[in-house]
């Protein structure tokens, strides 16, 4: 990306940490157990907002962060929800009792929140309506009006919403690190991933990463070219461009990291950085022209604008989503109790891109 934007800038390659790639290697993750006894936040559980309170010390209570589960859904979409809360409780939160965010564009029915809100005692939120659908509505009309294709799409909304409106919802403010995890969980987590988060200073966490389809994003790279050469100074010196890049940033090589399970700081979504990084995008129409999605925005944004140390891999964790899947493998199998088979996840998959990930870290981790 330096070099497209001016040839003075080939020289500080090394400097700013654009180091060439190295071997694909093993990675080692170092993990946290779980820490010593303190308070739980207490939440009232319905759709106010209440800023997280410590209550007394409990010797079967650890430390917890400032962190949420967060699910954009709908009523219709019960029985996956229902599933996803359930294994999360039951492999990890029931420990824990980390407190719930429901997002929907329409009022949740009292059937989708009392068959929920059954599955565990940690706090449920059933958000308001994330967006003004008269309003929202009325913008889509007007777009439609201008000629603006797929304008009226709900798809696009929610991948616009997820890219820069979600980490701003009032039932989200109280929280730092939010957790997504709509999706199947295969394996045990016998630590705390919100708190390993926060004692590495990590922003941003995945599990799978992945080729984009260059049909949604046909200009998405352009903007983003366009937005650095404005704004170099958001550019870490420690960035990870080689994730993103195989030549130097001319060209986008589709890389990202898939978001329907990530776990994210939103110090980073409500940064300066980041902030005007999506006004730009939205000066772009992108989400609405084309098929901007949140993962490739989110894993831009963070692979050019934070440190690559500040990345992390959580090869322990085991889902899946729709066809594709991770499977831990060796010891990490083994130690949680993964129901998934090792032989069979996407970290081999030709269009995966993890391997690529791993080859940037020549001290064979992340946890640094």
Known sequence: MISYFSSDYRPLRTFIGLGQQGTPQALEVDHHSVLSANPVPTLVIDDTVAEPEPTAASEDRPILANATFVMLCKNGELEGVI???????????????????????????????ERVGVISDAPMHFGPDWIDEKKALAGRLKMVSQGIIYAASRYRNM?????????????????????????????????????????????????????????????????TKEFVGLNYEY????????????????????????????IADMDFWRGEAYSKFFEYLESK?????????????????????????????????????????????????????????????????????????????????TAT
């Not at 989200?172 to 016998?190: A, E, G, I, S, T």
């Not at 989400?287 to 993962?295: C, K, L, N, S």
């Not at 831009?300 to 090869?315: D, G, M, P, R, W």
Request: aromatic fraction near 22%.
């Open 83 to 113: 599933s996803s809360v359930r294994q999360i409780e039951d492999r990890f939160n029931r420990f824990y009792r980390y407190p719930w965010v429901f997002l929907n564009d329409q009022p949740f029915t009292d059937e989708f929140k």
């Open 159 to 223: 991948c616009r919403f997820n890219s820069g409106f979600f980490y701003r919802h009032e039932l989200m403010k109280p929280y730092r690190y939010y957790w997504r995890p709509n999706v199947q969980y295969f394996c045990d987590l016998k630590y705390d991933p919100f708190r390993f988060m926060q004692d590495n200073n990590k922003v941003y966490g995945f599990t799978i990463s992945l080729l984009e389809w260059m049909q949604t994003i046909p200009t998405l790279w352009e903007a």
């Open 285 to 365: 129409g992108g989400f609405y022209y084309e098929r901007w999605g949140d993962a490739p925005v989110h894993s831009i944004a963070v692979a050019l604008f934070a440190s690559k140390h500040q990345i992390h891999f959580f090869n322990d964790i085991g889902y899946k989503h729709e066809s594709f899947q991770h499977c831990p493998a060796g010891q990490e199998w083994y130690d949680g109790h993964c129901s998934c088979n090792p032989r069979d996840t996407f970290i081999t998959h030709p269009n995966s891109c993890t391997k690529r990930f791993i080859s940037l870290f020549p001290d064979n981790t």
């Open 235 to 262: 550019l870490h010196p420690e960035n990870m461009l080689d994730f993103l890049s195989n030549d130097n940033g001319t060209h986008y090589n589709l890389c990202h990291f898939w978001s329907n399970f990530e």
